[in-house]
Each structure stands twice: as structure tokens, then as C-alpha cells.
T-cell receptor, first 116, second 115 residues
């Protein structure tokens, strides 16, 4: 596997279910991110992890719970979601700024989540 | 309030011609601007970036221009090819920690290049 992988690619869940999204990066990066893309809206940053430590929580509801056990893996645990949480969830990773240059983020293909 | 705006949801260009995608921003503290391309069923892929201290950056067929006084940037693709058909996202970058950035995205412009 290369790049950033995400599983599952599609997920349908009821409002009372608990599920988890998984992301794995094979790039040796130090930072990982969760983004949400709803219909007709821009990608929104949810969480940032740097060297396994959460450095940003963009006012995300507690029904979304991230976990970063190491720099290569990132999870998003979901529970008691609402239909408006249906969206494309994208994971990304980056090396971090080196010498002041731009910190390119590499994205996975996303998980299309539908909450019924 | 959206800090990064792409006001054209779609653009159609003939193969071989120039494609110009536009982006406006409101926060003068952004220090980098990036363009990403996204094909269906794939994640966005990085295309080109520009530092806020530059006004132009070129990479092959892709050139990004930055007008700081107007808070406007544009991506030029010359010549356009059918494989360039995708959704293009403009993003602006700020620090969230000592070495990681927060990207703020526009809503995207769908480019279609026809023969």
C-alpha cells in the first residue's frame, strides 16, 4: 500500500450505531488530519494530530471522537450521529513544515458516510 | 463567513486553450496558498502552491498568480488537456502548531476540458 488509505470507503449507519473510520499513511509523515466535506460546502478541518498529540479540535461535536495511536494510524470513532453528519470524511497526512516551506497535505480517498 | 471563496462553480474550456480558475480570500495573514485537484472517488491531490511573499509560481503547464492587494489568486493551465477535467480547490494555509498547518478550502471549481 502506498500513500494514504482509508477504510471503509462507504458506510451506512443508523443514529444509534457505533462505528469507526480508519486511516493509515505509508509516507512516514508526522501529522495527520480529519476533514469533513458536506454537499455544496468546502472541506472543513476537524482534527489535527502532530506526533500523536492532538493540536487542533475545530469545535467538533463530541459524537466524533478521534484516536491517533501512532503517527501512521488515525481513527474517527462515531456514535449517535445525526443525518446531517452524512458527508465525505477525508484523512490527510503531512511531513510538517521544513525550513519554512509549505506543508503539503496528502489526502486519502475518503469515506462516504450516510446516517439514516 | 467563508475566508476562501471560489465564485465560479464550473468552467468549460476547449482543449489547447487556457483555463483560468480564480480564488479570493479575506484574511491577509495567510502565508501560503495551494491548489488541489480532485477526481471523482479520489482524494484531493496537491498541484501547486505559492508563498504570500511571491506573486507568481510556475510548474510546467500550471502557473499560479497572487495579487495580495486584491486578495486574489488565480491558477492558469496552458494548454488545457482533457485529463485536466476535475474539481480544483483553492486553499489557504495558517499555522496550527509549530510545524503543522491548517488549510482553509474554497468550495471548488469543476473544470471540463472538451476536445
Amino acid at each position: 500500500e502506498t500513500g494514504v488509505t482509508q477504510t471503509p470507503r462507504h458506510l451506512v449507519m443508523g443514529m444509534t450505531n457505533k462505528k469507526s473510520l480508519k486511516c493509515e499513511q505509508h509516507l512516514g509523515h508526522n501529522a495527520m488530519y480529519w476533514y469533513k466535506q458536506s454537499a455544496k460546502k468546502p472541506l472543513e478541518l476537524m482534527f489535527v494530530y502532530n506526533f500523536k498529540e492532538q493540536t487542533e479540535n475545530n469545535s467538533v461535536p463530541s459524537r466524533f471522537s478521534p484516536e491517533c495511536p501512532n503517527s501512521s494510524h488515525l481513527f474517527l470513532h462515531l456514535h449517535t450521529l445525526q443525518p446531517e453528519d452524512s458527508a465525505l470524511y477525508l484523512c490527510a497526512s503531512s511531513q510538517g513544515r521544513l525550513g519554512g516551506s509549505v506543508d503539503e497535505q496528502y489526502f486519502g480517498p475518503g469515506t462516504r458516510l450516510t446516517v439514516t | 463567513d467563508q475566508q476562501v471563496k471560489q465564485n465560479s462553480p464550473s468552467l468549460s474550456v476547449q482543449e489547447g486553450r487556457i483555463s483560468i480558475l480564480n480564488c479570493d480570500y479575506t484574511n491577509s495573514m495567510f502565508d501560503y496558498f495551494l491548489w488541489y485537484k480532485k477526481y471523482p472517488a479520489e482524494g484531493p491531490t496537491f498541484l501547486i502552491s505559492i508563498s504570500s511573499i511571491k506573486d507568481k509560481n510556475e510548474d510546467g503547464r500550471f502557473t499560479v498568480f497572487l495579487n495580495k492587494s486584491a486578495k486574489h489568486l488565480s491558477l492558469h493551465i496552458v494548454p488545457s488537456q482533457p485529463g485536466d477535467s476535475a474539481v480544483y480547490f483553492c486553499a489557504a494555509s495558517t499555522h496550527v502548531s509549530y510545524n503543522t498547518d491548517k488549510l482553509i478550502f474554497g468550495t471548488g471549481t469543476r473544470l471540463q476540458v472538451f476536445p
